[in-house]
């Protein structure tokens, strides 16, 4: 049976309810933990798997010299562009696919942490991911630096000047989260010794944008099997 694969940067970013979703509609997952693998002896072979997830973290992707495993997943991501496998990039996910592809990453105008409104274009309409979403996307947000748009790319979200979403063949990237839970929110804000405000900001408004951003949530990780298991 093949596998969706996701790809973990740091002990407490995982895959969240994304994996919930998916082993509750009975497609199995595997997880490699980069800063755990001895990647010298690490070798995938990406037909075992229907899609790739790249999950978040606190790093840079241009921080090579610092984390290593950046130049192994650079590569990764580049065969399964070249191959078409299908990839999906959250919050860093998003800034190493860009990057595989050709993109510059920078700093963001502003850093974003806590929930906030995106904007889907038109293009998105089109857009197997953003099937049945209009409009406002309710997400959370963690990060510093955004990506350029790359080559053959097409936009699909924006806020504040900052480009929030794209598909480059069978890739999408996820400038923000929506695989989060309100635990998973408060051991960030733990983790990074958050002040108490961008720790209110982070987990305690969440009641007030719970349902409509649990529903957009799971239309697209709806959306996200359809993509990966296209009916014939």
Same mark, same amino acid.
């Given at each position: 049976?093949?596998?969706?694969?996701?790809?973990?940067?740091?002990?407490?970013?995982?895959?969240?309810?994304?994996?919930?979703?998916?082993?509750?509609?009975?497609?199995?997952?595997?997880?490699?933990?980069?800063?755990?693998?001895?990647?010298?002896?690490?070798?995938?072979?990406?037909?075992?798997?229907?899609?790739?997830?790249?999950?978040?973290?606190?790093?840079?992707?241009?921080?090579?010299?610092?984390?290593?495993?950046?130049?192994?997943?650079?590569?990764?991501?580049?065969?399964?562009? &070249?191959?078409?496998?299908?990839?999906?990039?959250?919050?860093?996910?998003? +800034? /190493? !696919? =860009?990057?595989?592809?050709?993109? $510059? @990453?920078?700093?963001?105008?502003?850093?974003?942490?806590?929930?906030?409104?995106?904007?889907?274009?038109?293009?998105?309409?089109?857009?197997?991911?953003?099937?049945?979403?209009?409009?406002?996307?309710?997400?959370?947000?963690?990060?510093?630096?955004?990506?350029?748009?790359?080559?053959?790319?097409?936009?699909?979200?924006?806020?504040?000047?900052?480009?929030?979403?794209?598909?480059?063949?069978?890739?999408?990237?996820?400038?923000?989260?929506?695989?989060?839970?309100?635990?998973?929110? &408060?051991?960030?804000?733990?983790?990074?010794?958050?002040?108490?405000?961008? +720790? /209110? !900001? =982070?987990?305690?408004?969440?009641? $007030? @944008?719970?349902?409509?951003?649990?529903?957009?949530?799971?239309?697209?990780?709806?959306?996200?099997?359809?993509?990966?298991?296209?009916?014939?």
């Amino acid at each position: 049976m093949k596998k969706v694969l996701f790809i973990k940067h740091i002990a407490i970013e995982g895959p969240g309810t994304l994996e919930a979703f998916l082993n509750k509609h009975n497609i199995a997952t595997e997880t490699i933990e980069l800063y755990e693998e001895d990647l010298y002896l690490l070798s995938l072979d990406l037909r075992k798997y229907v899609a790739v997830v790249i999950l978040g973290g606190p790093m840079n992707v241009y921080e090579e010299d610092k984390y290593p495993y950046l130049n192994w997943e650079d590569s990764l991501i580049k065969e399964a562009l &070249k191959s078409q496998i299908p990839l999906l990039g959250i919050c860093l996910g998003a +800034q /190493l !696919i =860009a990057k595989a592809a050709g993109a $510059k @990453i920078h700093q963001a105008p502003q850093k974003e942490i806590g929930w906030f409104d995106v904007y889907l274009r038109e293009e998105a309409r089109s857009e197997t991911l953003f099937n049945g979403i209009n409009g406002i996307l309710k997400v959370f947000q963690w990060h510093e630096d955004t990506f350029a748009l790359p080559d053959g790319a097409v936009l699909l979200a924006q806020s504040n000047s900052i480009n929030q979403a794209f598909r480059i063949g069978n890739a999408y990237g996820l400038q923000f989260h929506i695989e989060v839970t309100t635990d998973m929110v &408060k051991e960030w804000a733990n983790y990074y010794h958050l002040d108490r405000d961008s +720790q /209110l !900001i =982070a987990a305690t408004e969440y009641p $007030k @944008i719970r349902t409509v951003f649990e529903t957009q949530r799971d239309r697209i990780f709806q959306n996200f099997l359809s993509f990966i298991l296209p009916k014939n």
